[in-house]
């Protein structure tokens, strides 16, 4: 399996699929499965999207196939209630991360398990979502020198820059361009959605965190961030553990505008977290921790 690869089922089929595993609620034969999301009067008995979902979530490990041929949930995505596309996508990048998807993360030549996508993320957030747009026209030239020699190229052609398009979004780790940015088509490294998500699954209303604590929990779970363990592994530039970094600063910022954050400074604090703001160029906000809020603007 690799995601970034046109054999691999794009994130939307893989929804569809789990719904109706959710709404089935027991073992489900491949074949019912097919008939119901792929039936021939409409696909003209071609099959690959439902194929692909199937051969890229049992890749993944979210669901499982029985030696009778029928398929069920795995895991986490089990006690979904088929309602949440955002739920669905916390599970979908958990699998993504998986160590076990990852092992080759570091051979460019190689595109086994969720290896392509997750050095393409790496590469992605390495960029300023403030100044940088990527598109086709540009992915490629923005790729030079950002990952080990071993790694490189991230992307390497069009086919799989589209479909990383269509990944990056799902995983809350890049938003479309605003129009005032940049063309239909081009992305930013905006990674809040998955920060949210993060934050709002690890700490519970009004936490207190230390701030350099709070960033180093981030970077494990997301381990794509600058700083992460697989963003370091592939050369990219460790923002080190008082500087949050481009990306994770963006994120964190709209979080404090948006108010599910709030940033705090202690006299005595030991450490300051230092967070890029481009209305300061000059001078970094600095913070010794900061309180979770419950988002009400989801």
Sequence with gaps: MTLLNVE?????????LVRLLVHEKRPMAVERARKLLSPSSLTGGDHKMFDRAINTLLGL???????????????????LDGSSWDDFCIVLRRAVFNPEQNKVIKNGKEHTGAADLTRALCWFLSLDPTTTIVGSNNFEVLQD???IVEARPAVTNPNRWNRFTAWAPAL???AAALPTMGDVGQYV?????????????TW????????????????????VLPGGVYSRGLGVEDP?????????????LRGGYEEWLKFEREADA??????????????AHTFSSITVIKDYNV
């Excluded at 490990?61 to 006690?79: F, H, N, P, T, Y």
């Excluded at 080190?240 to 964190?252: K, M, R, V, W």
Aim: aromatic content about 4%.
């Design 8 to 16: 691999a089922s794009l994130p939307m089929p893989t929804w569809a």
């Design 61 to 79: 490990g979210i669901i499982q196939k029985s030696d009778d041929d029928r398929i069920s949930l795995e895991g986490r995505v089990a006690s």
């Design 145 to 147: 020198g950002a990952l």
């Design 172 to 174: 809350g780790l890049a």
């Design 189 to 201: 490294p905006d990674c809040t959605v998955a920060v949210r998500q993060t934050v709002m699954e």
């Design 204 to 223: 519970e209303h009004n936490a207190n965190v230390n701030a350099v604590e709070f960033v180093r929990v981030l970077r494990e779970k997301i381990p």
């Design 240 to 252: 080190e553990d008082t500087f949050a970094g481009s990306a994770l600063s963006f994120a964190l």
């Design 270 to 283: 030991n450490q300051l977290l230092s967070i890029n703001d481009p209305e300061r160029p000059l001078t």
